[in-house]
């Protein structure tokens, strides 16, 4: 078994901040869209009963695959 070398320890570290990072952004950006803070904020409410419509077609959809 090959034992990783001690820049081979800071690269995947590294690798790792980088990813943690992107990931922050990400939650931020997308947090954002409902900051009280934005002028242009989503409505979370809204928001919401779309995804429960969406995630209710989606099952109709799939019973109606698992019965044919």
Request: charged share 45%.
């Amino acid at each position: 078994m090959k034992e990783i070398t001690e820049q081979e320890k800071l690269n995947n570290q590294k690798s790792e901040l980088i990813d943690d990072l992107l990931a922050t952004a990400t939650v931020k950006e997308e947090l954002w869209r409902y900051h009280p803070d934005n002028p242009d904020k989503k409505d979370v409410v809204k928001e919401y009963d779309i995804l429960c419509q969406i995630e209710r077609d989606l099952e109709l959809e799939l019973e109606e695959l698992k019965s044919k």
